[in-house]
């Protein structure tokens, strides 16, 4: 049985994820991709995880997206009409996505994963405590890493974006 | 309750859609949210997962997942501005001198 709701979440992300690959003017894109990633909270939220859900939200709406957002902006707007693709490409793209999508889809159809004896829908849902427990206990060393990551990361980025004439300039000075 | 299986179908679906636009498009900023649907594709499979197996590693591990992405994008990004202020231009066909 299917969710009429989780039909329409599932319209929401697949429509925008579409959206924003083919949108004409990319900044509409970077609204859908945002939209679309809403559309993956809601799934979260279905699925009994409200605070990965929130993480999504606060991670993907609030910052990857406005990230993008400002990036486009920054970006001279005749550069991004001016990317031609080839229509043979683009076919050829549109059968690879539809064969990719029938293979692995039958695939998965005709497997074990189809039948009801597979996991339990019904299980408890994953309590959010225990996830904060096993985050400061098990999976301490592995959020310590992922942190230097992000700061590494963070500091590379702003390392790379950094315009190295206005350096050239001050030892001029 | 939907079952497992729908949820799975979606992520091909998104998996799909991402690799139809690494593919097809030129635009670096696109081939970027081309990545991050199928990022997401992939966190969706584990929630799902962790969901029906009522498992707490599937959540902890889509939460690192969400993180890393996050920095993906601040590196992608850079890299993005700094082709851009190279070659004026951020169609990846231009972008010439890391060509073989």
């Given at each position: 049985m299917v969710d009429p709701v989780f039909i329409g979440v599932a319209v929401l992300t697949v429509g925008s994820a579409i959206i924003s690959l083919e949108s004409r003017e990319l900044i509409y894109g970077a609204i859908a991709l945002a939209i679309s990633m809403m559309g993956i909270a809601g799934f979260f939220i279905l699925l009994d995880s409200p605070f990965v859900a929130m993480f999504q939200i606060a991670v993907y709406v609030g910052a990857v997206a406005v990230l993008v957002i400002f990036t486009v902006m920054l970006v001279r707007t005749q550069a991004l009409f001016t990317t031609r693709e080839d229509k043979g490409r683009k076919s050829a793209g549109i059968v690879l996505m539809l064969i990719f999508m029938a293979s692995i889809g039958a695939i998965f159809i005709v497997?074990?994963?189809?039948?009801?004896?597979?996991?339990?829908?019904?299980a408890p849902a994953v309590d959010f405590t225990t996830i904060g427990q096993q985050m400061l206990t098990y999976y301490s060393p592995a959020l310590i890493a992922l942190a230097l990551t992000l700061a590494g990361a963070v500091i590379g980025a702003l390392a790379l974006a950094r315009r190295e004439g206005e350096e050239i300039e001050q030892k001029n000075d | 309750m939907t079952e497992l299986i729908y949820y799975v179908l979606i992520s091909v679906v998104l998996v799909a859609i991402g690799i139809y636009g690494l593919v097809v498009k030129r635009n670096a900023v696109r081939m970027l949210f081309a990545l991050e649907i199928i990022a997401n594709a992939a966190n969706l499979n584990l929630i799902a997962f962790s969901r029906n197996l009522s498992n707490t590693q599937g959540q902890v591990f889509a939460l690192f997942s969400i993180a890393i992405a996050a920095a993906e994008v601040a590196v992608g990004l850079g890299i993005i501005i700094i082709a851009y202020r190279l070659y004026k231009e951020i169609d990846v066909e231009e972008f010439k001198s890391m060509r073989g």
């Amino acid at each position: 049985m299917v969710d009429p709701v989780f039909i329409g979440v599932a319209v929401l992300t697949v429509g925008s994820a579409i959206i924003s690959l083919e949108s004409r003017e990319l900044i509409y894109g970077a609204i859908a991709l945002a939209i679309s990633m809403m559309g993956i909270a809601g799934f979260f939220i279905l699925l009994d995880s409200p605070f990965v859900a929130m993480f999504q939200i606060a991670v993907y709406v609030g910052a990857v997206a406005v990230l993008v957002i400002f990036t486009v902006m920054l970006v001279r707007t005749q550069a991004l009409f001016t990317t031609r693709e080839d229509k043979g490409r683009k076919s050829a793209g549109i059968v690879l996505m539809l064969i990719f999508m029938a293979s692995i889809g039958a695939i998965f159809i005709v497997s074990g994963l189809n039948s009801q004896t597979f996991g339990n829908p019904k299980a408890p849902a994953v309590d959010f405590t225990t996830i904060g427990q096993q985050m400061l206990t098990y999976y301490s060393p592995a959020l310590i890493a992922l942190a230097l990551t992000l700061a590494g990361a963070v500091i590379g980025a702003l390392a790379l974006a950094r315009r190295e004439g206005e350096e050239i300039e001050q030892k001029n000075d | 309750m939907t079952e497992l299986i729908y949820y799975v179908l979606i992520s091909v679906v998104l998996v799909a859609i991402g690799i139809y636009g690494l593919v097809v498009k030129r635009n670096a900023v696109r081939m970027l949210f081309a990545l991050e649907i199928i990022a997401n594709a992939a966190n969706l499979n584990l929630i799902a997962f962790s969901r029906n197996l009522s498992n707490t590693q599937g959540q902890v591990f889509a939460l690192f997942s969400i993180a890393i992405a996050a920095a993906e994008v601040a590196v992608g990004l850079g890299i993005i501005i700094i082709a851009y202020r190279l070659y004026k231009e951020i169609d990846v066909e231009e972008f010439k001198s890391m060509r073989g």
